[in-house]
Structure formats: structure tokens, C-alpha cells
């Protein structure tokens, strides 16, 4: 049966243009998380806590907001009212950017399921360290995890990624519970391209070195497009440089969901993407014990505890949430 949310709001949602619905989605919770009233209103979607202690943070419920929602942060009291059991914003690159041009965001119904290819269109590191300066002294900081995920600007060539995230990392390290290095956007030319031997090594051992003081936990964010012995590659750099956390994964490139006549450029997510992601959790909890951060598909508990069976220690919602809207979190975590 359809939620309060699907029947009424998602109507009105879906009738605007994909990218003119999350500007109203996003402009609101920004306002909201400025008054103390509508901050409150947004509790009653609040699930019952369920904590959970992953690489020495403790989350009050194992789901998350995955990157993207909120690119710059502008919302983060709003997404601890809704009921988040953490936060990750970004990608956040060191330079702001535009993005690519629109349309960008696309919507498959049918197939819950959307394409984007955003491009990072964010305010950059020194706005949102600013913002998030700012919050903080405004005593209204989340009392839930905040992830922040750095990726690398479009105007950056990929031989020199690794100055660019030790840029975004130096300034917004000192608001993260823990980092995000998002190595596997399709929207980047080049970007994944990071998650191979040598590149991936050299990023991380500079991350490590910017890492000593006040020492952070480090999470690494994975494309589901990877091949076995890619995969195979990727888990063992992680392990060498004492990685934390990985989030599995991205969007795929794979877009044989799709029907070619409605296809579009871009990262396929949601309810298409679900199995496979599925697969490389499973495929990387049976090789290592780096705790495994599932995104890919999760819309309803039976979706999430696939993600929890096949190893995941925390989970992180996007198109779900898009789809199901804010009922979602309380739905899942009840029932787990
Ligand atoms: C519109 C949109 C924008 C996204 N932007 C980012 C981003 O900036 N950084 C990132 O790491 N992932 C980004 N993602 C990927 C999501 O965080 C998530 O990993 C992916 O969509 C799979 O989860 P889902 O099926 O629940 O959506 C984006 C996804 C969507 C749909």
C-alpha cells in the first residue's frame, strides 16, 4: 500500500522537473533547519534508535543520507530532525562549480530508478567550511554522524587529483566524524581512473599524511562497475593504507535497465542498481573486515536486509528516499 508521502506529495513532486523538485525539496529543509518549530515537525518521521557502532562512531540507526542530496551542506539540521542516523554531504570539490549543463536528472519510474549527471555542481570547500563554521557555532550541529565526501574538481587534471582533495580534506576535515574520497563518479571524465593501484595508493598515502592530527576515519567510495580483479585490487590498496570504511557503491554505467529510446548519458541508481551492489558488498565483506557501507537500491526493509545479509555494517538511502520519501527510514527501521 502506498504511503501518505507516495500518494499526496510525490504527485506534486514528480509533476515538477527532476532537478526544479529537489531545488524546492532542498531550499525547504534549508529554511526548516533555521526554525526551531519546523525543526521539531520534521521529528515525527523519526525512527526508534538502534545504535550502532562502526570504526569508533557511534550512529543512533545504520541508515544514512548518501552524497548528493545535499552537496553543500545547507540542510543539516533538517536531516537530523527527519531522522538520519547519519549525514553525508558533498561531493564537495576544492573549487566550486556549475556542474554540467541541464537537463541532468532524469526519472524512470517504471523502473524506480533515476540517471544524473550532475557533476559535482557544488559551492566548493572554502563556502562549505564556512557554512559549516557557522552551524556549528550556532549550537544547532547535528548530534549524528557527519560524513563529508571530497572529490576532485572538473577543472583539475586527474594527474593532479591529489592536491585538489588534500585541499577540500585540509579545510573540512576539522567538521567530519569521518571522510569520504569519492573516487567513482561517471560524471568526471577521468575520475575513476583513482581507483586503480598506483593513482589510488598515492591518494591515499597524501590523505594519511594530512590525516595525523585529530585523526579521522577515512571511507573510500567505490564504482559498481569495477571487474573482478579490479575489485580484487582496490580491497588490497585499501587494507595496505589502513582504509576505514568503503562505501559500495556508486552509480553504475550499466544502463541495460533502461530502454535505449529513453536512455540517457549519466550514473543509473535506485531499484536497477540494487543487485549488483548487493553483489559487491557481499563480494567484499568475504575477502576483508573493512566494515562496508551499503548505497544502491535500498527503497524497503526487505532491500535493506539484503544489504545487512550480505555483510553491510551501515546503509545510505538516495533514491529510495526519493521514491518513498520520509515514512522510509522509520518503515526499515522498525522492522529491522
Ligand atoms: C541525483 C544524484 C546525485 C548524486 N550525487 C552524488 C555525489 O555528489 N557524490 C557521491 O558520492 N554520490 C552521489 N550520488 C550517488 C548516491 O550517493 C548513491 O551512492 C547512489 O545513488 C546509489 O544509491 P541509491 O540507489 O539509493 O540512489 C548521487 C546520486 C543521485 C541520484
Known sequence: MKNAYERFVRPLLFSLHPETAHHFAIGTLRHASHVDLALRTLRIFQPPPKPKTVFGLTFPNPIGLAAGFDKSGVALPAWEALGFGFIEIGTVTAKAQPGNPRPRIFRYPEQQA??????????????????????????????VPVGINIGKSKVTPVEEATSDYRYSFQRLHPFADYIALNISSPNTPGLRSLQTREPLSILLRAIREENQTARKPIVIKIAPDLSPAELEEMIAVCEENQVDGIIATNTTLDHSAISPRQNQ??????????ERSTAFVRSITTRSTIPVIASGGIFNVESAREKLGAGARLLQVYTGYIYRGPGLLREIVEQL
Do not use: H, M, Q, T
Open 114 to 143: 533515476l540517471i544524473n549527471r550532475l557533476g559535482f555542481n557544488n559551492d566548493g570547500a572554502d563556502v562549505v567550511a564556512e557554512r559549516l563554521r557557522k552551524l556549528r557555532e550556532s549550537g544547532r550541529w547535528p548530534r
Open 265 to 274: 548519458e549519466g550514473g543509473l541508481s535506485g531499484e536497477p542498481l540494487r
